[in-house]
């Protein structure tokens, strides 16, 4: 779940970043060979490893150095994996000897997975709380045994807003007792909104290659678009929940967040697919298209593409607004490339979707996540807590550590006062379908629409509650450097028409930039 209020700053913190980034920016430590891996690609890092410039070793160990050096202030990172240098041996060995698969995909390529994604190794998964350390999974999660058996290096945990921003309502964006508060690398004194805050925050600030989120209500999209980053919400179901510390089966998914769509789809492609731990899998299987989604990265995506612009509430603040200036210049990027806009569209009943509760979706949500924590919970081989109602007694207990005073846990409160799933969840599961079917899929379905497109994850509640997949990509800058991004939403399956929509749309304007370290 995502959510945008501002965080603090010492003075000193940010005259340190400052420093660290006229420094590191200027230094030629992050390169081997006179080869530079700051903002290099999969395919970059690929094809140095073909050409024996580099070395996985090389790689995880520049980007160690980069943690050491910023992490202390930008929060990205929770833990490192102190098995990322063995597992780079491994892969350097193994494309020494000429194995399978040595030189493609995510082989050799060092990864960061969101706290919440659960790995049976030396690192913890704790959703950024005390209450789980020490706590130990019975197993890798399905994307993390996919992720291993294409070769991907677990570098170790990214930070994010503890619990995925489901303990409380006033606790900041990109904040966890664990992590510490997360920063944006733009400019730090705004948020770098949630609840996948680490995962953006390292991909943006170069910490790591590539990363994976999870969302269940705009913690993908929203994150992306403020660390100028993209970010692929997957269909429900695409990728499995399994292993991963949930918030409600419903709406949960776990997507990539990298520097440029390749990437992500690169990384997409490595993660999807059935999971007999995960029976949402079965269902979504038949979107998976023959020979993946890397077949949807050609040139000439948006040629042909009905593309459906819904102004309110999404695009009415202003014309002045520099936001709206750059979005109406991104319209015009799209009919150059062949996109067909259809304006000025209405979403039924838009003002009560966006609004968590008068939609239903606070009432489901926090009785499918007491369900689903307390199963998750009892899964686990050894845990501090067993419940939701452990969690809320440690928190307690250990108030100081975990801030209850400061921020509280009226979410924790209020799903443990539920009673499973009654005539209250029932009325409002059905009208949150309703919601759905009358609003959204009716107005992608009339208009015969390939995407929606949105700016930053303001969509995010719609595409949230009817399980549909979304694209967010950088978009621009406001007037203090602060990135927002593009969302492209479609129907469920529709990842085959969103991407090359959003790869046309990233290769023919070419918005992201390192980060300013701006105060």
């Known amino acids: 779940m995502a959510t945008k209020p501002p965080s603090c700053f010492s003075l000193f913190s940010v005259l340190v970043l400052i420093l660290l980034a006229l420094t590191s920016f200027g230094s030629q430590s992050f390169t081997v060979h006179g080869l530079s891996i700051r903002e290099a ?7 140095a490893f073909k050409q024996n410039q580099l070395t996985s070793r090389q790689v995880v160990q520049l980007y160690l150095q980069e943690i050491r050096r910023l992490n202390p202030v930008l929060n990205g990172v929770i833990e490192v994996n102190p098995d990322a240098l063995y597992q780079a041996d491994k892969a350097d060995y193994q494309r020494k000897a000429k194995a399978p ?23 913890n998964t704790t959703a950024g709380s005390f209450a789980l350390l020490g706590s130990v999974v019975p197993r890798d999660a399905g994307v993390v045994t996919k992720l291993r058996s294409a070769g991907a290096i677990i570098l170790g945990k ?12 006033t606790s900041p964006p990109g904040f966890s007792p664990r992590g510490g508060q997360g920063k944006n690398p733009y400019v730090l004194s705004a948020s770098p909104c949630g609840s996948s805050s680490g995962s953006s925050i390292s991909v943006a600030a170069n910490l790591v290659a590539v990363s994976l989120g999870t969302e269940t209500d705009g913690s993908i999209l929203c994150p992306a678009s403020f660390n100028s980053v993209v970010g692929i919400k997957p269909t429900v179901g695409l990728t499995s929940r399994a292993g991963v510390i949930p918030v409600t089966p419903r709406q949960d998914t776990i997507g990539p967040i990298c520097r440029t769509v390749t990437d992500a789809v690169y990384v997409l492609d490595a993660i999807v697919g059935y999971d007999n731990m995960d029976q949402a899998t079965k269902e979504a299987s038949k979107y998976i298209p023959r020979g993946g989604y890397k077949q949807f990265l050609g040139a000439y995506g948006l040629k042909g593409k009905r593309l459906g612009i819904v102004r309110n509430p999404f695009f009415t603040s202003g014309s002045g607004s520099l936001q709206i200036q750059a979005f109406e210049h991104h319209f015009q990027t799209l009919r150059q490339g062949g996109a067909v806009l259809v304006d000025h569209l209405e979403i039924a009943n838009i003002d009560t979707i966006l609004n968590f509760n008068l939609s239903g979706e606070a009432i489901a949500t926090v009785a499918e996540f007491k369900l689903a924590i307390n199963a998750y919970l009892k899964d686990l081989v050894v845990s501090p807590v067993r419940s939701l109602a452990d969690i809320i007694a440690f928190n307690l207990k250990f108030s100081g550590v975990e801030m209850i005073k400061e921020f509280g846990q009226d979410i924790f409160l209020a799903a443990q006062a539920t009673n499973g799933i009654g005539k209250n969840e029932k009325a409002a599961l059905l009208n949150l379908t309703k919601l759905t079917k009358d609003g959204f899929e009716k107005l992608m379905t009339y208009n015969r629409l390939d995407a929606l497109v949105t700016p930053g994850a303001d969509i995010a509640p719609v595409l949230a509650i009817g399980g549909f997949p979304g694209i967010s990509v950088p978009a621009g800058y406001d007037k203090k450097g602060v990135p927002f991004g593009i969302t492209f939403g479609g129907l469920k399956g529709s990842e085959p028409k969103l991407i090359p929509i959003a790869y046309g749309f990233e290769q023919a304007t070419k918005i992201r930039k390192p ?3 701006l105060p």
């Open 41 to 47: 690609t999969i395919y970059d890092l690929q094809l």
């Open 101 to 123: 698969g040595y030189y493609s995909g995510l082989h050799g390529i060092p990864v960061l997975l969101k706290d919440n994604i659960g790995t049976r190794d030396k690192l």
């Open 158 to 169: 990214a930070s994010l807003s503890e619990w995925a921003q489901v303990r409380s309502l």
């Open 515 to 517: 980060p300013t370290f």
